[in-house]
């Protein structure tokens, strides 16, 4: 018998005393690995849009237009120009949840925003997607007076096949995803949003949500199953984690695609980071695997 292993033998119950009370194992340290990272390509293959602004205002990854636009008014777009076009909205280097931010520093009356064909998978059959983007701000002390939309995306309004999220306008400020499709549909009267029960049922919000200056909260929206018999649904993340959903959206979203738009910063003061549009809803484990990416959505490509 081989010296190495006679000698072995002669120890099993001591190494078989040392494992049972210490409750561990003998293992060589070159065979420890460390746990594989969460696999991205369904992620990567599904991004559509990203504006990091980490080299400015323009996208770093588009299928259609990576120009950002600035108008006068959103019923305006015919009169666009190209890059930001307000002395109190700038890149912030080095502030962002990864590299620079796009900074609101008072809120403002323009139109900012990139354009939705190609870069947000539209469909007039079976409309799916995901919005993510990252805030940095107090809501009840940065922002001013009044309802504030961080995004919207539509061809039209807010209530008029329209996605969005916002700050309500009074302190303690809540949180809220609004998804509405054709006006004339499910509010033909054009009742005010505030005397509409149709309208505030839709909504999913969050009280006390979880901003805060100083630090960064991600917010995502997805989306299924809009434009179809079945009727659609919508789901509000922050963080990874499931907020609420809203269910049986059954009106057509009608979009004049051309003129729709990807808005950023409607009446919004606060940081704005990492802007991205994956074509399809991501699922509860993509959403918290996007939330935990090292680099950012760059990492995806």
């Given at each position: 018998?081989?010296?190495?292993?006679?000698?072995?033998?002669?120890y099993?119950?001591w190494?078989?005393f040392?494992?049972?009370?210490?409750?561990c194992?003998?293992?060589?340290?070159?065979?420890?690995?460390?746990?594989?990272?969460?696999p991205?390509?369904?992620?990567?293959?599904?991004?559509?849009?990203h504006?990091?602004?980490?080299h400015?205002?323009?996208?770093d990854?588009?299928?259609?237009?990576?120009?950002?636009?600035?108008?006068?008014?959103?019923?305006?777009?015919?009169?666009?120009?190209?890059?930001?076009g307000?002395?109190?909205?700038s890149?912030?280097?080095?502030?962002?949840r990864?590299?620079?931010?796009?900074?609101?520093?008072?809120?403002?009356?323009?139109?900012?925003?990139?354009?939705?064909e190609k870069?947000?998978?539209?469909?007039?059959?079976?409309?799916?997607?995901?919005?993510?983007?990252?805030?940095?701000?107090?809501?009840?002390?940065?922002?001013?007076?009044?309802?504030?939309?961080p995004?919207?995306?539509?061809?039209?309004?807010?209530?008029?096949?329209?996605?969005?999220?916002?700050f309500?306008?009074?302190?303690?400020?809540?949180?809220r995803?609004?998804?509405?499709?054709?006006?004339?549909?499910w509010?033909?009267?054009?009742?005010s949003?505030?005397?509409?029960?149709?309208?505030?049922?839709?909504?999913?919000?969050v009280?006390?949500p979880?901003?805060?200056?100083?630090?960064?909260?991600q917010v995502?929206?997805?989306?299924?199953g809009?434009?179809s018999?079945?009727?659609g649904?919508a789901r509000?993340?922050l963080?990874g984690?499931?907020?609420?959903?809203?269910?049986?959206?059954?009106?057509?979203?009608?979009?004049?695609?051309?003129?729709?738009?990807?808005?950023?910063?409607?009446?919004?003061?606060?940081?704005?980071?990492?802007?991205a549009?994956?074509?399809?809803?991501?699922?509860?484990?993509?959403?918290?695997?996007?939330?935990?990416?090292?680099?950012?959505?760059?990492?995806?490509?």
């Amino acid at each position: 018998m081989p010296y190495r292993l006679a000698r072995l033998r002669g120890y099993v119950p001591w190494l078989l005393f040392v494992i049972g009370t210490a409750g561990c194992s003998v293992s060589d340290p070159a065979e420890v690995t460390k746990e594989p990272s969460p696999p991205t390509d369904g992620l990567s293959e599904a991004l559509s849009f990203h504006a990091s602004f980490d080299h400015g205002p323009t996208a770093d990854f588009a299928r259609g237009d990576a120009q950002i636009y600035t108008a006068p008014k959103y019923d305006q777009l015919d009169q666009a120009s190209p890059g930001i076009g307000d002395p109190d909205i700038s890149i912030e280097n080095n502030a962002g949840r990864v590299g620079s931010a796009l900074k609101f520093n008072r809120s403002y009356k323009r139109a900012l925003f990139y354009r939705s064909e190609k870069n947000l998978a539209y469909s007039t059959e079976n409309w799916v997607g995901t919005i993510s983007f990252w805030l940095n701000l107090n809501p009840d002390e940065d922002l001013e007076p009044g309802y504030c939309d961080p995004i919207q995306v539509t061809d039209s309004a807010y209530n008029d096949a329209a996605i969005w999220v916002d700050f309500s306008q009074d302190p303690p400020r809540d949180f809220r995803l609004g998804v509405f499709g054709d006006l004339e549909v499910w509010n033909p009267q054009k009742v005010s949003p505030n005397d509409n029960p149709d309208f505030m049922n839709r909504l999913v919000a969050v009280t006390r949500p979880p901003f805060k200056r100083g630090s960064w909260t991600q917010v995502v929206i997805t989306y299924a199953g809009l434009n179809s018999e079945a009727g659609g649904t919508a789901r509000l993340y922050l963080d990874g984690r499931l907020q609420g959903t809203a269910e049986g959206i059954q009106e057509p979203f009608t979009w004049d695609l051309p003129r729709s738009t990807i808005r950023l910063g409607i009446n919004y003061v606060g940081l704005f980071d990492e802007l991205a549009i994956f074509d399809r809803a991501l699922g509860d484990e993509e959403v918290r695997i996007l939330h935990q990416l090292e680099g950012g959505v760059a990492a995806l490509y």
